[in-house]
């Protein structure tokens, strides 16, 4: 059984402060990486994606990932309240289906 | 560039009735996706088309659900005949083709919410 694993928290920070949000999988023949945001009553929206080994940044977030270990990591810097949000990690393999986890719901307070 | 389409947002309807939801992917994605969300639980896949053919449907449930792709542009997914547990958000998503390199990224719609009374 293929599974991805988050801390469904709430996780809460204020304003400014780093948060992070961590996930493992569970199938070592994964090989793209995904981080959704997903609003209340919305649908998911795709904010990164990682594939090799290492950290990417794209403006005040970045992804992590450690093969290895069978980690994804999502860090996001200058938290905002905008940012309050459930953060969905996804997994897959080449064109293949997402296996997701629960989420991890994020608490940004002004 | 329009996204992924979906129709209709909301649905209610009584068990024992039929409903067919629709998705249109961005233009020129050959893979679609579809999943679903029940309350409380992760998105799980349902079945994934190249073009008009079935790649994948091991995540279907049972034979109550059936979907098409005709001419491999919308797709439709159509529950016959409703159960209680079939609540939750339908999700469609489309990407392109994935034979190149990863990372082989999935853009959702805006889901269908059905649910069953």
């Known amino acids: 059984q293929k599974e991805v694993e988050q801390n469904s928290g709430p996780l809460s920070v204020p304003e400014g402060a780093i948060a992070s949000l961590n996930c493992t ?37 970045t992804a992590q990932l450690n093969k290895a270990s069978q980690y994804v990591s999502l860090l996001i810097r200058d938290s905002q309240p905008s940012d309050s949000a459930t953060y969905l990690c996804a997994v897959n393999q080449a064109g293949t289906a997402l296996i997701f986890g629960k989420g991890t719901t994020l608490s940004v307070s002004s | 560039e329009a996204g992924v389409t979906q129709f209709p947002s909301h649905s209610v309807i009584e068990k024992g009735q039929t409903v067919t939801l629709r998705c249109d992917p961005i233009s020129g994605h050959d893979n679609l996706y579809w999943y679903r969300r029940v309350m409380g639980k992760e998105i799980k896949f349902l079945l994934h088309f190249v073009k008009e053919s079935k790649q994948d449907e091991s995540g279907m449930p049972n ?11 919308y797709s439709t997914l159509k529950v016959q005949p409703a159960e209680l547990e079939d609540s939750g958000v339908y999700f469609c998503a489309s990407s392109q083709d994935p034979s190149g390199a990863p990372p082989y990224e999935q853009y959702f719609g805006p889901g269908t919410r059905l649910t069953v009374t």
């Not at chain 1, 569970?26 to 090799?52: N, V």
């Open chain 2, 63 to 73: 034979n109550r659900f059936l979907a098409e792709r005709t001419g491999g542009t």
């Open chain 1, 25 to 61: 999988y569970s199938d070592r023949g994964s090989q793209s990486f995904f981080w959704y945001r997903q609003y209340s009553g919305k649908s998911p929206e795709l904010i990164m994606f990682i594939y090799s080994n290492g950290d990417k940044e794209d403006g005040r977030f």
